[in-house]
């Protein structure tokens, strides 16, 4: 029967059988709302309709076709509802335990069948080598007619990419119900990068195999193929080393401060965590089975004080210094002696046993140099080895290393840092800190994976919205991460390296949760998918926004929680005449933003927000950005009353410097919402730039004390300490700059953690800046304002 008919006589059925009906002229209309975006896409105009049951028929004896058949099946009975029919892998050829898949095929897809597929099976996967010149090792054929669908291949990788986006041709546009009608379409697609990489810090905080895995699934579902896998840093060590078990004995315990406690159970438990090798190999095949790599990282000669806490014989000072419970640069390095070399050497044994990649990744970053500067043993030994200073001898001791991964067949991969003159070529570069580190990379000769801070670092926060989860600065958005391009330079040398890939990294000092990587993750890792997979001139952020929604539709099916800062609504006031409230509406995207005052919720049909809208205090606003199908994308609330308007919470200030600015949230409380500090660590100085301060005779400062856990190397003397009227900090309000008449000095001496400080203003007219200011040393605590309110 013709497709067309047959999608029009299935109108009716569908309009009784489902609720929401699936039109054929709709999914003819519809945009394809693919991420990644194909190289490739033509679109004709008919559709096809696959129905529930309908069978796929895998044309190769390669028995990873089927497994991938069936995760493909898994996923579409759970995310879109139809069952379809996958044949099972011949027995002769079926690779036991080769690909046991997952959460996602199970429990739902118990419906999926084995049961052999009628030779009418409408979709067919075909592996064939002979499609390895036009396709590479990771491209794909995918033909939508209305005969019916295939996806071809030359490698298993390819047949799996292929199967992603016909999930996503099935998702969410195709509609429910047991019928689906896609439009015809044919696409060949292949990467633009052949390393697109998320880096995991699971030093920092810890996350379970459970959720890695989990993560390993989305990352394959936006096609991403490298887990840079941070498995040891100051603050832990976490992977299993059978030779040295202190390492993770000790090495992945630390004391638990700030909101560690929530997680340990208590300031009293320490904040434990590891990976057995068992696990981590269960990891490995688990990835493995998605086509994701894992590049494990064990970082040498710095980053080292959970190694040097659990054997400090390795360190070079021969002290023993605890787990670190700080974040940022710190001061122990591994000795450079043969006792220490040959430990690291049997520590990359095992982990060469763990982990099958071909690179292994060894840090080589933010290394100070004080200790060896320090140590006369050092000292001679660079005199012996001629080394001119303590940056030759990083060099001597990581083409140490980079030589033995490569007497094992592998290539050593490190952070921008390891790029010294002697350096191998071999050795592959991570370039993190500039552009112009990828230069001079790929001048000597270096492959190299472009992870630039800040646009790649997904710790840094994607919106200014005080809701947004605490994180570092700069504001890294959707849109400036969609729009990465590494702007590279042609090195026009021979024997210049290759750009391998892009890689965006997540750092988890401010995540301590899993709960808040997937915020941080979600849905700028689709961006980045598409930077990375994409070719460049098929780049168009309006068209990425049109078929966010979809994707955004997907991440429910799937369960993850995922970020709406893009589209939250921001409320600014301003006072209109003596009692009104204008509130402007935007948000980062732009779109339908719609509203409702008082109780109601916002609908599809809710009046659209145009204009600043004059309200009568006091109101409830509640705001709600929509897709353009109608479907909401998120929703806040405002409580409108005068006080909102001479109320200023900390990412509303200024900080008076930016030396280092920082969200940090409060230890407490253990359950529920934690307030969120924007603070300068280094300058606890704040500013209310023009603040209408006519009329107002109160003052009133929410304020929080945080434990000071930084290490700052040499920039410790940056921090700014200001001398105190007795023996406790205060908080000191000048008028109109920082040096100004002081307005009140309100002292901490008894305050707790999180108290409200209070003061009496002198009479004002017309707006003044205000500037905030807490005396005393951060260090000793550091106390941060949470929110500063003036009222009458
Ligand atoms: C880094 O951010 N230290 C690589």
Same mark, same amino acid.
């Given at each position: 029967m013709d497709a067309r008919l047959l999608a029009t006589l299935l109108l009716a059925c569908c309009t009784l059988l489902s609720s929401s009906p699936v039109r054929a002229d709709d999914a003819a209309a519809a945009p394809l709302t693919l991420i990644p975006m194909p190289a490739h896409v033509q679109r004709q105009q008919n559709m096809f309709v696959l129905n529930d049951g309908d069978g796929l028929h895998v044309q190769t004896d390669d028995p990873r076709a089927y497994d991938i058949a069936a995760y493909f099946a898994g996923l579409v009975a759970r995310t879109r509802g139809l069952r379809l029919h996958v044949p099972a892998a011949p027995m002769s050829k079926a690779a036991p335990g080769t690909l046991k898949l997952s959460k996602l095929d199970l429990p739902k897809a118990r419906s999926v069948s084995h049961a052999s597929p009628p030779d009418t099976s409408p979709i067919r996967f075909e592996l064939s080598k002979s499609y390895g010149t036009e396709l590479g090792t990771e491209g794909y054929r995918l033909q939508v007619s209305e005969d019916g669908i295939s996806i071809s291949a030359a490698t298993p990788t390819g047949l799996f990419y292929g199967s992603v986006t016909l999930w996503q041709l099935l998702t969410p546009t195709a509609g429910r119900g047991p019928v689906a009608v896609i439009p015809d379409v044919s696409i060949e697609d292949q990467p633009r990068y052949g390393w697109r990489g998320l880096l995991l810090d699971s030093a920092r905080h810890f996350q379970s195999v459970a959720d890695i895995e989990q993560l390993i699934d989305w990352m394959a579902l936006h096609k991403l193929n490298v887990l840079q896998w941070h498995l040891t840093d100051d603050q832990g060590w976490r992977l299993q080393i059978k030779k040295y078990p202190k390492l993770t004995r000790i090495g992945a315990c630390r004391k638990s401060i700030g909101p560690d406690a929530v997680l340990s159970g208590g300031p009293d438990k320490p904040y434990c965590g590891s990976y057995t090798q068992d696990q981590a190999r269960e990891i490995v095949r688990y990835a493995a089975a998605r086509y994701v790599t894992v590049v494990p990282e064990i970082e040498m000669p710095g980053h080292a004080q959970a190694a040097i806490a659990a054997y400090p014989e390795f360190g070079v000072t021969g002290q023993q210094p605890p787990v670190s419970t700080d974040w940022g640069v710190h001061a122990y390095l591994y000795n450079t002696d043969d006792a220490t070399l040959g430990f690291l050497q049997e520590v990359l044994d095992e982990v060469m046993a763990v982990f099958p990649s071909t690179y292994i990744d060894v840090?080589? @970053?933010?290394?100070?140099?004080d200790q060896w500067k320090a140590s006369a043993a050092i000292q001679a030994q660079m005199r012996g080895l001629k080394l001119a200073d303590e940056d030759a001898l990083q060099g001597w001791f990581i083409t140490h290393m980079a030589g033995y991964l490569q007497a094992h067949g592998r290539k050593l991969i490190g952070w921008d840092g390891i790029l010294t003159p002697g350096l191998p070529p071999q050795a592959a570069v991570m370039a993190w800190q500039s552009p112009d580190y990828t230069a001079q990379a790929l001048q000597q000769g270096h492959d190299v994976v472009i992870a630039y801070s800040p646009t790649l670092y997904? @710790?840094?926060?994607?919106?200014?919205?005080?809701?947004?989860p605490p994180g570092r600065p700069p504001v890294v958005s959707l849109k400036d991460v969609y729009g990465f391009e590494p702007a590279l330079v042609p090195t026009g040398k021979p024997g210049a390296g290759q750009v391998l890939g892009e890689q965006i990294n997540l750092w988890t000092e401010y995540m301590p949760t899993f709960a808040r990587d997937e915020h941080a993750l979600f849905p700028r890792m689709a961006a980045f998918a598409e930077a990375a997979w994409?070719?460049?001139?098929?780049?168009d952020w309006d068209g990425f926004l049109a078929r966010l929604p979809a994707e955004l539709t997907r991440y429910q099916a799937l369960g993850i929680g995922y970020a709406d800062s893009a589209y939250a609504p921001r409320f600014t006031l301003s006072p209109e005449g003596d009692s009104k409230i204008s509130v402007s509406l935007s948000n980062q995207v732009g779109g339908v933003i719609r509203y409702a005052i008082g109780d109601t919720a916002v609908t599809a049909s809710s009046p659209p927000y145009s204009t600043p809208l004059t309200m009568t205090p006091p109101a409830e606003l509640t705001a709600t950005a929509f897709a353009t199908d109608g479907s909401p994308l998120a929703t806040r609330h405002a409580h409108i009353d005068a006080a909102a308007l001479t109320t200023r919470d900390s990412d509303a200030l200024d900080t008076c410097s930016n030396k280092l600015v920082l969200r940090i949230e409060a230890p407490r409380p253990l359950t529920g919402t934690r307030p969120v500090y924007r603070v300068d660590i280094m300058d606890t100085c704040w500013l209310w730039r023009a603040a209408a301060v006519d009329g107002m005779r109160h003052l009133s400062v929410g304020i929080g004390k945080l434990p000071w856990n930084y290490q700052l190397a040499h920039d410790v003397s940056g921090v700014v300490v200001r001398p105190m009227d007795g023996s406790y900090p205060a908080l000191d309000v000048h008028l109109d700059s920082c040096g100004g008449q002081t307005l009140a000095h309100l002292p901490l001496?008894?305050?707790?953690i999180q108290t409200q400080l209070t003061a009496q203003l002198p009479a004002f007219s017309g707006s003044h800046d205000l500037c905030f200011i807490v005396t005393?040393?951060?260090?000793?605590g550091l106390w941060a304002i949470d929110k500063v309110l003036l009222s009458p």
């Open positions: 840090g080589g @970053d933010e290394a100070l140099k997904m @710790d840094d926060y994607q919106s200014d919205v005080h809701d947004e994409s070719p460049a001139a098929a780049r001496q008894a305050a707790e005393g040393d951060p260090k000793q």
